[in-house]
């Protein structure tokens, strides 16, 4: 009997043996297809860094396939007949196997589920089920909720993958032991951060066609240390069990100009792109508190940003829909300041991980979101140009785990979807974090005049910019309060310095 193959749609982060599309295909019928593609590769001017790391992987990963058996056409970027689109790289390959039909697993972002259901081909889309929630449970949780917080959800995971749980009970008899996990950093840090693999010749290659095509894009490529295998990925996750696990939770809100790293994990390269798994990488981390490797704020803080946050955002992402990067509830306008594309700048901390995000495709969470997200929220960027930053410049950023972390947890612009306040702070929270404020050229201790902190002046500024909406929330009254308690003149005198910084802003001067 003959059957027509299909075409089996495996994409640069659906990197996994078990993806739902490979498990629906059967090896002697279909052809699996593989694209490098301009139109993915520029639809933002990504990070090169990212740009490798997807196209190594995915050589590597259609040679793993090859082996095993399957019928890979993979189309490189340079090839001559690359039509450039994942549509029309589909399109190529059923007019040359004769498929008439695709089967892919459910892309992360909206724009390419948009533009497979437009194929003139009959497109099969199955969920991706390398998450813990599906799109039903994710819905069903959040029906007829007032507020969508996270650590309710987060306590339903728990429950449905038995982590850190001692019957119907959490281990240790609390859900959350975030408050142990908030202090400065320490002197003696004793992590060497994340594993660093020197490129084999595939990656090599990749490096040549990317320094070729893309060297003009923000960000340094080389050196280039990422692995780009599921076997480096779990030496990557190994090493983070082993060495920075431990004093994950207690540092896990710190920041520290020498260390770029501290005690994260740096693998959410590695597994938003498939190449670990969310459930094993969870059971590993357990595992180490359960044989009294690592204690219990680290695991359980770990694990909440797994299973917790990663989890809910996604839900959140596509429970709101494809408007939802394009949202901005406080109205902002401005533009993104010069000095996240690096221009010089002398705030010590934009300056720090601006330049780190340059150099690694990589910031921790609390410098993504305390110091440049802070800092475009206070200045009042537009949040569809901090989004389409945040979206170029990190290797692990994908639009369905990006979009709600930097539109809604960092922007407030879905209007209190993700946070029920504001993510601001003055200077006061990164002097406390950090050692940023020790060498910069302004004073956090000052809060008006020549030389203060300009987010002493914006935190201010923006609180009066959006009393109308911030006032009656009882989690901000004590700002508002203590606003109120300052003598007018004060008052004044901050809006105005603040007026004037953001005047310089605007006027692309050096801040
Ligand atoms: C403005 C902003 C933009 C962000 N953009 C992205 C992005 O594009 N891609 C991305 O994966 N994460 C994003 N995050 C979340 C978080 O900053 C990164 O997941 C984390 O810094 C990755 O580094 P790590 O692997 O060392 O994480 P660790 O600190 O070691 O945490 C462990 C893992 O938990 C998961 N995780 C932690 N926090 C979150 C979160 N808020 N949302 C989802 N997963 C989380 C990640 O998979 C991460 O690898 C963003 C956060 C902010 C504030
Ligand atoms: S003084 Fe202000 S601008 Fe400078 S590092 Fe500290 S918080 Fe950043």
Redesign the pocket.
Known sequence: MVTTPRLILILGDQLTQTVAALKAADKARDVVVMAEVADEASYVQHHPKKIALIFAAMRKFAARLREAGWDVRYTELDDTENSGSIPGELLRRAGETGAQRVIATEPGEWRLIGLLNDLPLPVTLLEDDRFIASHKEFDAWAKGRKALRMEYFYREMRRKTGLLMDGDQPTGGQWNYDHDNRKPAPGDIDADG?PRFTPDPVTEEVLDLVEARFGNSFGTLRPFWFGTDAEQAQQALDA?VTHALPR?GDY?DAMLAGHR?L???????Y??IGLLD?LD?CRAVEDAYRRGHAPLNAAEG?IR??IG??E???GIYFLEGPDYPSRNALGQSRDLPAAYWGAPTDMACLSAAVEQTRDEA????IQ??MV??NFALLAGVDPGQ?HDW??RV?A???EW??A???VG???FADGGIIASKP?VSSGAYIDRMSDYCKTCAYSVKQKTGQGACPFNLLYWHFLVRHRDRFDGNPRMGNMYRTWERMDAARRDTVLKDAEAFLAKLDAGQRV
């Open positions: 994340p983070f994950f896990q790293f005690y994260h994990s740096v693998i959410s390269v597994l938003n969310p990488i770990f940003q797994i946050w990663r809910y955002v996604r990589y910031a921790h969470h993504r979101l440049t997200g901090v945040y979206l990190y692990d950023a994908f785990v990006e709600p972390n930097t947890m960092s922007q993510y």
